[in-house]
């Protein structure tokens, strides 16, 4: 990680009342990355971001937000922090205006700015017709808009959206994609848990995979792909390929694995070692001909997939 | 809250279907019943309620992760927090007092010795304090209201079942040792302060051995305060402790 570190998760552990065990979990989000937080459900992911917060004391590791302890510096932290909770739970009796403006008091915006970030941030959740209405009103999706409202009032740097796809419907989840796609061209740092792995794809710069309480990986999603065992060289040949192409292949080092599908062959290559130029090369100096040569990669829902099955088979 | 009205309404309902003779005697000072009664042991009850309620709630409907995810101290939202129930204790007393005046006023007429006026409210508020507190404290630890309340609610009406058992023994075996034992229970100060206060301010004694809720005798006052301040102060370090060093849970699922 190059950038200016804003959140460290140094070997995390937290042991709860009931035996119940998370960690070891180590992260590191630069200043200004998307930062996905991925992991089945009991995987540590919100135990990690309430970490984070301050929320929770750590029974093992270290957690520093911009170098400082949230567990002991709570204020400190939370005011460069806007957060957004997987079940957003705010008094029903109070309407989205009021809850902003709460915020913004909380946060010593006061008088006209007060009035013009209201505003702002009414605009920004698309919730400018629903000031006045009462949250217990709100439908799942508006009270989502609304938790990532609340979290973005003063415009803090660090972002913690916890699930904030969670329960919305398609319509909801593209205005909330188009807010995190805004905030991210503002440069503003972002940790956000998803079991929505297409979204945490789209949105992310690095992800950390959490299962059974630990980090699985951490590193940039262009290198999870690329190097993934799952990234495949897949070639088109001019002339059907036989069992001489496919020997020849594995003498290459770097290919795992040679498959045909009619005229293509599909190869599971070791990215580390990169010999997609040695296939091509000997591809075309055995004749059968190159019509086309890409890699195919795999979607980070593939990769995880796959991480678990390993995990679960040890 | 409304079962205090109700308590207040009907007390004087009572007191006013009672013979004349019977009431000329205190009804000059007859609002000073309205603000005795719920002190033996509706205020105590609403004060832990409103204690253990306080913070459990907060956990319970997850809204506890919002304030602490603000730039706020810890202390100051503990603070805020208990204030604030105690306010609302104040506002409950202070209305019921103003009634137990006003309708007493309007029943029997002028009413003396109004200038204690704000001594019965603050012995009122100053003894509901140590169950205030034990909610609280019960709110913290256990983190669910309704829990904390009977918990909280248990802890009184044990206190006040041992003492009137402790002070009828001591009355029937004449065993003075049982009456100085009860004055460690923490419903002994709380429920005899007020009427204390207030009977001594009036010239009149109510201060029956054995018999609950009559008092605690004037030469036991600084004794009751005592009490009540240890009470309190033990069971607000409880709250604040068990707030200031256990994680912020979340809302149950």
Same mark, same amino acid.
């Given at each position: 990680m190059s950038k200016n570190p804003v959140v460290v998760v140094d070997s995390f552990t937290k042991v709860y009342g009931d035996g119940t065990r998370i960690g070891p979990i180590t992260l590191h989000v630069g200043e200004g990355e998307v930062y996905g937080l991925v992991g089945p459900n009991g995987s540590g992911k919100t135990t990690t971001l309430r970490a984070i917060l301050g929320l929770l004391k750590p029974s093992g590791g270290k957690v520093s937000v911009y170098g400082l302890n949230p567990y002991s510096h709570p204020e400190k932290v939370n005011q460069k922090i806007g957060y957004s909770p997987e079940i957003p739970n705010y008094p029903p009796f109070f309407t989205a205006e009021k809850l902003l403006r709460v915020t913004c008091n909380m946060k010593k915006i006061i008088g006209k700015d007060a009035d013009n970030e209201v505003r702002r941030i009414l605009d920004l959740t698309g919730l400018v017709n629903h000031a006045d209405r009462k949250i217990g009103n709100f439908s799942k999706g508006m009270v989502q808009r609304l938790s990532i409202g609340q979290a973005l009032v003063g415009d803090p740097p660090l972002l913690i959206l916890d699930e904030?796809?969670?329960?919305?419907?398609p319509v909801g989840r593209a205005h909330i994609r188009d807010v995190l796609l805004q905030l991210r061209k503002q440069g503003k740092t972002i940790i956000f848990s998803s079991h929505e792995l297409y979204e945490v794809q789209r949105l992310s710069d690095r992800v950390a995979m959490v299962y059974m309480g630990k980090t699985v990986f951490e590193d940039m999603v262009m290198n999870i792909l690329n190097n993934s065992p799952e990234t495949k060289v897949v070639a088109e040949l001019v002339s059907e390929p036989d069992g001489k192409l496919a020997k020849a292949l594995e003498e290459i080092s770097g290919v795992l694995e040679v498959a045909f599908e009619a005229n293509k062959v599909v190869i599971s290559v070791d990215s580390s070692l990169d010999p997609r130029e040695k296939i091509a090369e000997k591809i075309v100096n055995l004749g059968y001909g190159l019509r086309e040569f890409r890699i195919s990669q795999p979607s980070l829902e593939e990769v995880f997939i796959n991480r678990v099955k390993e995990s679960v088979s040890g | 809250m409304a079962i205090t009205f109700l308590l207040e309404l009907g007390l004087y309902l009572v007191l006013t279907r009672l013979p004349p003779q019977f009431i000329e005697t205190f009804s000059g000072a007859a609002w000073t019943l309205g603000i005795i009664a719920p002190s033996a042991g509706l205020l105590h009850v609403l004060a832990l309620t409103i204690g253990s309620s306080t913070s459990a709630e907060e956990y319970e409907l997850g809204t506890a992760d919002y304030w602490m995810t603000r730039p706020l101290k810890r202390s100051s939202y503990f603070l805020g927090k208990t204030v604030g129930g105690l306010v609302l204790l104040f506002l409950i007393v202070f209305t019921y007092s103003i009634l137990s005046l006003s309708v007493s006023w309007y029943v029997f007429g002028p009413q003396s010795k109004v200038e204690i006026f704000p001594i019965a409210l603050a012995a009122s508020i100053a003894s509901a304090a140590p169950f205030y507190a034990i909610g609280l404290a019960f709110g913290e630890l256990l983190r669910r209201s309704m829990m904390s309340t009977i918990v909280a609610g248990a802890v009184f009406f044990a206190s006040v079942l041992v003492e009137t058992y402790a002070n009828f023994v001591a009355l029937i075996a004449g065993d003075l040792t049982l009456r100085e034992v009860v004055r460690f229970l923490p419903s002994w100060a709380s429920t005899g302060l007020t009427p204390t206060i207030l009977t001594d301010a009036l010239g009149?004694?109510? !201060? %029956?051995? $054995?018999?609950?809720? %009559? $008092?605690? $005798?004037?030469? !036991?006052l600084w004794l009751a305060a005592a009490s009540i301040f240890i009470y309190s102060t033990v069971f607000f370090l409880i709250a604040w402790l068990r707030f200031r060093h256990s994680d912020v849970t979340r809302r149950a699922l």
């Open positions: 904030p796809m969670l329960g919305v419907d | 009149l004694s109510l !201060n %029956t051995p $054995g018999a609950p809720f %009559t $008092g605690l $005798g004037a030469e !036991n």
